[in-house]
């Protein structure tokens, strides 16, 4: 079909406030908003002021009420356990209300704070929908932080509750989250009045007295008794949650989400964006502890009607490579979003695809991409591996949904490799030099958004109005700083190249670091790679390449790297002074899938540097050290 989004774009740009007021039109609101934006209020202004909502009731009740009772609602599927669990729209919605009366019956009432410390299982989304009934602010931590990080959390956000389970499930290894949160409880200044924890059969804890309740027993309870909590109205602008942008240090940064916004924002992109229509299976492989899993596992797919998929597992190693199409397979996925990384660990394990002929994969559609670059290379592979669209796009935590897309919904654009799509309907999009001023088409700058930003995004950081302003909105006036790097091609494409801090400078020349990962990535014995930008005394900076080979290459390691510079240096040119390679057997990534370049870079430099929290294996850090050093590198 052809593509609607210019018309949509446009409609959107000649009159926003209508736009997004015939947007509001899907959402329930117990009283309609007297403005659709009101820029004297907040920082930058607000969205339907006035209104009165509840996300729980447009995610839950409404479906019940309107006919998907026995609707699919949520699918579990653990890879760990090797169990599945299925919710209907009314099961769902009464394991919430017997959950909410818990909380209630605790004190936990509206505008109170409540952490969830959870693993992949159901219990974390309805924890989540629980506190959204209550009119409560639920923040999520993820599950096996570390107890520091757990800690200033627990300080910034002043929790009256933690919800949280006795342990969570690694390839290989058992979690126990209670000694963290013990710890986090006792390094905190704020202590909460309760603990509600859940037992997993896989590794039970002991309950401290007086603080702890079982979960499960406490809910049983409750459905027993015949518990009824009604969804509390809540102020549009009132805090849905606050979530904690992964890799602080110090004092965390609260991304708070309002409630009104947020659901017409995420109700408009399940269709119109993702093309998922009600009643269809929707598949966010990330964590409920990221923004993905809030915005795309729990709230977007069930505001539209969808049913959602949680999954607990790896894509690769829980057990094989060929994981994510099973799990398409048996429960009849129409579209997956997941990060880069994911496919790329796939590619590197099953180069040739083959686990893919082994399942069922009519019902699958789309693949959508986002989290990290998605390198062409891994999205040409997935394309002949599926042979289905594969669409990146880009956002941010702040943002909360899109900033660009190719919009399958609307009828899809021609794909560009290497670009997440075009601005939706909210963003207008600038690319400035350092001064402010904006650069000519195709060349790199810095990314900004004009203010006002879309419904969904941050309104401000929690309690942190003029960190808000600090940190996104004083370098760049009237706009919002992505401090990403990139730029607008002539059709209104948006390549985002790298962080600004991942632009180097080699002898004068800015480059991009993505550009250079680009060009490994295309070496057919690469799995995964990362650039970084090391000290020169003569240049500056000089990249310093690393790669990761697929399972099965057999070939002479440094014969691989001579190729891969060559590649490099044929690509961008002798100007990147691109002569380093080295190769290793893993890259450190966040437990979300975001390769720890920093780090790379700090241990390359031999500056000092900490364990990052977010980390999934730390033992990782050591095999760079010493294939680095075997290079007589940072040494």
Not at 121 to 144: K, T, W, Y
Request: proline content about 6%.
């Amino acid at each position: 079909m052809a593509s609607r989004y210019h018309e949509v774009y446009a409609a959107w740009k000649s009159d926003p406030e209508a736009f997004w007021a015939e947007a509001a039109g899907a959402i329930d609101w117990f009283r309609p908003f007297d403005k659709v934006f009101e820029p004297k209020d907040g920082v930058y202004g607000r969205w339907f002021p006035g209104a009165l909502c509840n996300t729980c009731h447009n995610a839950v009740d409404r479906h019940v009420e309107a006919g998907r009772a026995d609707q699919l609602a949520l699918i579990h599927d653990s890879a760990m356990t090797g169990t599945v669990r299925r919710f209907t729209f009314a099961e769902l919605r009464r394991e919430v209300v017997a959950l909410a009366s818990v909380l209630r019956n605790q004190g936990v009432a509206k505008g109170d704070r409540v952490i969830i410390y959870m693993p992949m299982v159901p219990e974390a989304a309805i924890a989540m929908l629980a506190c959204a009934r209550l009119g409560a602010v639920h923040s999520v931590v993820f599950g096996g932080f570390a107890a520091r990080e757990l800690a200033t959390r627990i300080d910034d956000a002043r929790p009256k509750l933690i919800v949280s389970a006795s342990c969570g499930l690694e390839p290989g290894r058992t979690v126990a989250y209670k000694p963290l949160l013990d710890g986090a409880i006792e390094l905190a200044r704020h202590k909460p009045d309760r603990c509600l924890i859940l037992q997993r059969e896989q590794l039970r804890c002991d309950l401290t007295p007086d603080r702890d309740i079982d979960y499960a027993d406490a809910v049983a309870r409750e459905k027993a008794a015949g518990a009824n909590v009604d969804c509390v109205p809540v102020a549009a602008t009132d805090p849905l949650y606050v979530l904690y942008t992964s890799g602080t240090t110090g004092q965390p940064k609260g991304v708070v989400r309002d409630n009104g916004g947020h659901m017409v924002m995420l109700h408009w992109s399940m269709e119109n964006e993702f093309g998922v229509k009600p009643g269809e299976v929707f598949w966010a492989a990330s964590d409920v502890g990221w923004v993905v899993g809030h915005s795309y596992i729990v709230y977007a797919p069930l505001l539209a009607g969808c049913t959602t998929m949680m999954f607990e597992g790896k894509p690769v190693g829980t057990p094989d490579a060929g994981t994510f199409w099973r799990v398409i397979s048996d429960h009849g996925v129409a579209a997956l979003f997941t990060a880069p990384t994911a496919f790329r660990a796939i590619k590197g394990q099953d180069p040739k695809a083959e686990f893919v002929a082994k399942y069922d994969l009519s019902k699958f559609r789309t693949l959508f991409l986002a989290g990290e670059r998605a390198d062409p290379e891994t999205v040409k592979w997935a394309e002949r591996a599926l042979g289905v669209p594969v669409i990146d796009h880009w956002w941010q935590t702040e943002t909360g949904a899109p900033i660009t897309h190719n919009p399958v919904g609307l009828g899809m654009l021609p794909v560009k490799y290497g670009s997440p799509g075009v601005p939706m309907p909210g963003y207008d999009i600038r690319v400035l030099d350092d001064a402010g001023h904006e650069v000519p088409r195709g060349t790199l700058g810095n990314v900004v958004l004009k203010l006002p930003l879309p419904p969904g995004c941050l309104p401000t950081l929690w309690n942190a109005d003029s960190r808000f302003r600090q940190a996104y909105l004083e370098e760049f006036p009237g706009c919002y700083k992505t401090a990403d790097a990139g730029i607008l091609d002539a059709d209104g494409y948006l390549f985002v190249m790298a962080r600004t801090d991942d632009i180097i400078n080699v002898a004068g020349h800015r480059l991009s670091t993505g550009a250079m990962e680009e060009v490994l990535a295309e070496h057919p014995d690469v799995a995964e790679c990362a650039v970084v930008g090391v000290a020169d005394p003569m240049k500056g900076q000089v990249p310093l390449g690393f790669v990761v080979l697929n399972a099965g290459v057999s070939r002479d390691g440094t014969e691989i790297e001579q190729e891969a510079i060559g590649l490099v240096r044929d690509r961008i040119g002798p100007v990147a002074a691109f002569r380093t390679v080295v190769t290793i057997k893993r890259l450190p990534k966040t437990r979300s899938g975001k390769i720890l370049r920093g780090t790379m870079q700090k241990i390359a430099d031999k500056e000092e540097w900490k364990l990052p929290a977010t980390i999934d294996d730390p033992a990782i850090l050591d095999e760079i050290i010493a294939a680095l050093k075997a290079r007589g590198i940072g040494i």
